[in-house]
């Protein structure tokens, strides 16, 4: 007999779920409750939430939950059913698309059911065998597991770095010489756990030099940058040069699904090939009249991505003047830097929530370098000045006490539990 499938899960539960024990439920899978909103309760005590990635205040707004909830009524949660292709397509699909893609200034915009699948299925309907794919080594994992389905070549470069992505292109350049085919390079518009954004005008810059096409998730650009919301390429000035156009609702658009935005000849390809879409039923109508509105309100209230960004330039520039070291963000995402060991950081985050009713996510060693704590913000159009100030405070005061060995003192029986 061959040995049980589960035994290697009854041995190792994986990279994150051997934490499970001490991390469920406070570090990994915490509960926050009561309404979206810059304050929210963790365990019964309110906790200003920076953790959540509604950008533009969108989630809880009046006119929004208005929206959704008159959808709800008129079309339950079922319609449409089907797969688009087959019973799930309607005018208003249509209708949000076009707006989608004037929004984002492309000629045509598909709509995805989510994100994640979509941006998969994407890259999966992009290339063939013979096609080489050039991508950031940093990339989201719904790029990596879209990578991860090619059947020919790949060449990771190194994080937003010019010389290695030149370098890569010249490697592809000449494969492609030989494999005859074609050359997708796929960056993010801005990296979602640094805050950098991808280096598009320089990357639209080595067109001139190499025969590529270049492919954009903006999952944080889309509503927070550039004059009129529509993201990194805007902000760079480049759109035009993006070939493909990725976005999901779930952030600035606080919702559910997403879109890709192409040339029109494209968009008509990928609709007939992207296989998450064809083989899964289609966006519900609730989700997308709640689109349409949120739509809306990004194009005519620039007030909340005005919001955003005094909020986020409170945070990230109370922080600066406080010595914080806050990397080398260029969108509102928040990255805090500190140095310490993963007990440490638990003990640190523990005061963080308990002490100071602070709430934000916790990165630590093996996704940044050992020895490396990260805090990452993400500031919101519904979070107020006081509580920026609230939250300085409280990283001066946790500050100290990781300088002052009051962590490593708490933290103890945990480093020794985990051989640290
Ligand atoms: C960069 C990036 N791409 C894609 C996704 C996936 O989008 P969705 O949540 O709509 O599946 C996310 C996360 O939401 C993301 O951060």
């Not at 509960?31 to 309110?46: D, T, Y």
């Not at 529509?230 to 999901?248: L, W």
């Not at 709640?290 to 909020?311: C, I, Q, S, V």
């Amino acid at each position: 007999m061959s040995k049980d499938l589960f035994e290697k899960i009854y041995k190792n539960k994986g990279p994150l779920g051997k934490w499970a024990e001490v991390a469920e439920g406070y570090f990994v899978f915490p509960k926050l409750e009561g309404p979206i909103s810059n304050r929210m309760k963790f365990q019964g005590k309110e906790v200003i939430t920076w953790s959540i990635n509604d950008y533009l205040g969108l989630a809880n707004h009046p006119e929004v939950r208005k929206a959704d909830a008159e959808a709800g009524v008129k079309y339950g949660s079922a319609y449409p059913m089907g797969a688009r292709m087959m019973s799930g397509h309607t005018d208003l699909h249509e209708q949000l698309q076009n707006e989608l893609a004037e929004f984002v200034s492309k000629e045509a915009a598909y709509l995805l059911n989510f994100g994640y699948q979509g941006m998969v299925s994407t890259i999966d309907a992009l290339v063939s065998k013979d096609d080489i794919i050039v991508y950031d080594v940093d990339a989201h994992a719904c790029i990596i597991d879209g990578v991860r389905l090619h059947l020919g070549k790949r060449f990771t470069y190194k994080h937003n770095d010019l010389e290695s992505i030149e370098k890569n292109l010249q490697r592809a350049t000449k494969m492609a010489k030989t494999s005859g085919g074609g050359i997708l390079l796929i960056s993010e518009g801005v990296f979602g756990m640094r805050g950098e954004q991808g280096r598009l005008k320089e990357i639209v810059a080595l067109k001139k030099k190499y025969n590529f096409r270049l492919f954009v998730d903006d999952a944080h650009g889309f509503g927070t940058l550039g004059k009129t919301g529509a993201g990194a390429g805007e902000e760079q000035g480049v759109q035009d040069e993006i070939d493909i156009y990725f976005a999901t609702f779930a952030k600035s658009m606080a919702s559910t699904g997403a879109f890709i935005a192409a040339d029109e000849e494209i968009i008509a390809y990928l609709k007939y090939n992207l296989r998450s879409q064809m083989f899964a039923k289609s966006l519900q109508m609730q989700l997308v009249e709640g689109a349409l509105k949120r739509l809306d309100m990004l194009r005519t209230m620039p007030e909340l991505k005005n919001k955003l960004w005094e909020n986020v330039n409170a945070l990230q520039g109370g922080l600066k003047e406080r010595g914080f070291d806050i990397g080398t963000t260029q969108s509102c995402v928040t990255p805090v830097y500190l140095k310490g060991s993963i007990p440490e950081a638990m003990a640190l985050v523990k005061d963080l929530r308990e002490n100071h009713g602070i709430f934000c996510s916790i990165v630590v060693y093996p996704v940044i370098p050992k020895g490396l704590i990260l805090l990452r913000m993400i500031p919101t159009a519904s979070h107020n000045l006081k509580d920026v100030e609230e939250t300085l405070e409280a990283f001066e005061s946790i500050r100290e006490r990781l300088e002052n060995g009051t962590y490593k003192r708490l933290s103890a029986a945990v480093a020794a539990a985990m051989g640290e």
